[in-house]
């Protein structure tokens, strides 16, 4: 019998819209490969592409999004602002140079990639993010590596509530305070380096847990992610890898299999603080 291609289910939005909860993550995925394995994710079932203006591989993205034999609806496209954008006209400014090298109609997420307290300027930033919004040039817009802090200041001073937080998050630093924090706001929690980067996939657990389920230990620690409610994005480089981790939607980790899991949180970082910029 053949083997379905998965399909990542489409979690609602707080604004209406839904996006798929498993994507592709494109960061460090070098421009001249973008396109080539953003379309072998397309393929392989892949609904949600995650890039950014920082990945310097939004062209490529954006051509595997024309080249594909799907309906451009059925795909969710993700881009950031970049830190040295931060500010209200160099967002707008930012905002248009993305749409150019994706040269795609439009674009179904905008985040703030960080929200470098230093220079104090997201808060401008998320005012030119609602501007495009409510001017229809990008359906949502959300944020990343927000603190909760920093989401209670721009929803203070704006009124305007980010649908989603993109953060690191894996099964070493699980984000338990501020996914509770995102849940009783009805903003979805977005998963970055969902495999800490790779570096958790040789731990004793998750092989033990591999092995009892028949799985890899990158498929254990995505269907953790989905478990949990998460929209995760792991990258890979082979199509291979591409195909297996969107393979995570036919079998259930149990309340052991989840407690065990639970255990590995150390609270460490693969990336910065984002206070600490
Ligand atoms: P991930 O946690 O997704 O890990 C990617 C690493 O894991 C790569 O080295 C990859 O190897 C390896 N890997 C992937 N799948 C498998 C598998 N099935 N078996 C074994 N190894 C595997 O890290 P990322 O940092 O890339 O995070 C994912 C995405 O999150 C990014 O691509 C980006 O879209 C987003 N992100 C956002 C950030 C933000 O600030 N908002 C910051 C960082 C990431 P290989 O490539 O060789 O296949």
Not at 7 to 19: E, F, K, M, N, Y
Not at 93 to 101: E, I
Not at 108 to 133: C, F, K, N
Not at 252 to 271: F, H, K, M, S, V
Request: hydrophobic share 40%.
């Amino acid at each position: 019998m053949l083997h379905p291609i998965p399909r990542a289910p489409l979690v609602p939005l707080a604004d209406g819209h839904a996006v798929p909860q498993l994507g592709y993550g494109l960061y460090k995925v070098p421009a001249d490969d973008a396109a080539r394995l953003a379309g072998e994710a397309i393929a392989a079932g892949y609904r949600h592409l995650d890039t950014a203006a920082f990945y310097a591989n939004e062209r490529g993205t954006g051509e595997a999004v024309r080249a594909a034999e799907v309906p451009r609806d059925e795909l969710f496209v993700t881009s950031k602002v970049w830190k040295d954008d931060n500010g209200y006209d160099e967002t707008l400014h930012a905002f248009d140079a993305t749409m150019r090298r994706l040269a795609l109609e439009r674009l179904d997420l905008y985040l703030i990639h960080w929200p470098v307290p230093s220079t104090d300027r997201y808060v401008e930033t998320w005012r030119a993010l609602v501007r495009l919004r409510d001017e229809g040039r990008v359906r949502s817009i959300g944020v990343s590596n927000f603190h909760a802090h920093h989401l209670e200041r721009i929803i203070g001073e704006t009124g305007v509530m980010p649908v989603v937080n993109q953060v690191e998050l894996h099964p070493r630093l699980p984000q338990t305070e501020l996914r509770a924090f995102h849940e009783a706001r009805g903003i979805r929690t977005e998963a970055w380096s969902p495999l800490a980067r790779g570096r958790l996939l040789d731990d004793p657990v998750l092989a033990g847990l591999a092995a009892a389920h028949g799985r890899s230990p990158a498929q254990i620690v995505l269907r953790w992610h989905v478990q949990l409610g998460n929209i995760v994005i792991p990258k890979a480089s082979s199509p291979e890898r591409i195909r297996e981790n969107l393979d995570v939607f036919d079998f259930d980790l149990g309340p052991a299999d989840l407690a065990a899991i639970a255990a590995l949180a150390t609270g460490e970082r693969t990336g910065r603080d984002p206070d600490d910029d």
